[in-house]
């Protein structure tokens, strides 16, 4: 049973560091520049290192359920390639953010099209699961159908 979901459970314990680091970089931001909780605004700097965070947050529940659907039902390594990726893009928009509003564009962007391809990767699984009969090996079958092969 592990080894059927291990890659799942190392990128997800991966994103939650990322999200803690995402974290510590407002308090310190807070510290450094005297923002009190519960102030959400002040220096532009803090202002943009807490928005990543809040951003980057936001959307860290979407990409675990789509990373364990797509793992389980359409294939382990595939989602999880695609969770790595994901969270080095969504690394690079934190730091692109911090930097300037505008250097979060491209690592936004990329980040959303991983979330697309989780999607999309979760339905085709879900829909295998549903559709064909178990004993069918549809990982193999699929991308001959597709292109029109029996």
Same mark, same amino acid.
């Given at each position: 049973?592990?080894?059927?979901?291990? %890659?799942?459970?190392?990128?997800?314990?991966?994103? /939650?560091?990322?999200?803690?680091?995402?974290? &510590?970089? /407002?308090?310190?931001? +807070?510290?450094?520049?005297?923002?009190?909780?519960?102030?959400?605004?002040?220096?532009?700097?803090? #202002?943009?290192?807490?928005?990543?965070?809040?951003?980057?947050? #936001?959307?860290?529940?979407?990409?675990?359920?789509?990373?364990?659907?797509?793992?389980?039902?359409?294939?382990?390594?595939?989602?999880?390639?695609?969770?790595? &990726?994901?969270?080095?893009?969504?690394?690079?928009?934190?730091?692109?953010? $911090?930097?300037?509003?505008?250097?979060?564009?491209?690592? =936004?962007?990329?980040?959303?099209? %991983?979330?697309?391809?989780?999607?999309? =990767?979760?339905? *085709?699984?879900? %829909? *295998?699961?549903?559709? &064909?009969?178990?004993?069918?090996?549809? $990982?193999? $079958?699929?991308?001959? +159908?597709?292109?029109?092969?029996?």
């Amino acid at each position: 049973m592990r080894s059927e979901v291990d %890659l799942l459970a190392a990128v997800t314990v991966l994103g /939650v560091l990322e999200q803690a680091y995402f974290a &510590l970089q /407002v308090i310190y931001a +807070r510290r450094k520049y005297k923002i009190s909780p519960p102030e959400t605004t002040g220096h532009p700097e803090f #202002e943009r290192i807490f928005r990543a965070q809040a951003n980057c947050s #936001e959307y860290f529940p979407i990409f675990l359920s789509l990373l364990w659907v797509a793992g389980i039902f359409f294939h382990q390594a595939a989602a999880a390639l695609c969770g790595v &990726l994901y969270l080095h893009a969504r690394f690079r928009y934190f730091w692109g953010y $911090m930097q300037a509003a505008q250097e979060r564009l491209g690592p =936004l962007y990329a980040s959303a099209r %991983l979330l697309w391809l989780l999607l999309g =990767l979760a339905v *085709a699984g879900l %829909l *295998a699961h549903f559709l &064909l009969p178990p004993s069918c090996p549809w $990982m193999l $079958m699929w991308p001959l +159908r597709l292109l029109g092969a029996h």
